[in-house]
């Protein structure tokens, strides 16, 4: 029987404690100030790399001599050994 009073007293004295800890982060929150939400950019246009199709933004593509658009200067390179000048 005292076991059983025991553990009634560690659990009411846990349950105490965890509600305490929630209601000062609760409380704590509310009186924080949640920060603005950055500024986003104006959205971009997006481009398909004409070698392996990856999508990106168009600030970041390399344009070809013929006018296509690449990922990168490797795959630009490779594209154009690939197919004949004419």
């Known amino acids: ?3 059983l009073i025991v553990f009634f007293v560690v659990f009411f004295a846990i349950w105490h404690w965890r509600k305490s800890r929630r209601d000062a ?6 009186a924080e100030p949640r920060p603005a939400p950055k500024a986003v950019g104006a959205p971009q246009d997006m481009l398909r ?8 933004p168009a600030a970041d593509a390399v344009r070809g001599a013929r006018g296509g658009m690449y990922c990168s200067q490797a795959h630009l390179q490779a594209a ?5 000048r004419t």
């Open 25 to 30: 982060l609760r409380a704590r929150q509310a």
């Open 1 to 3: 029987m005292k076991y």
């Open 80 to 84: 154009e050994r690939a197919t004949p």
């Open 49 to 56: 790399c004409a070698h392996c199709g990856l999508h990106l």
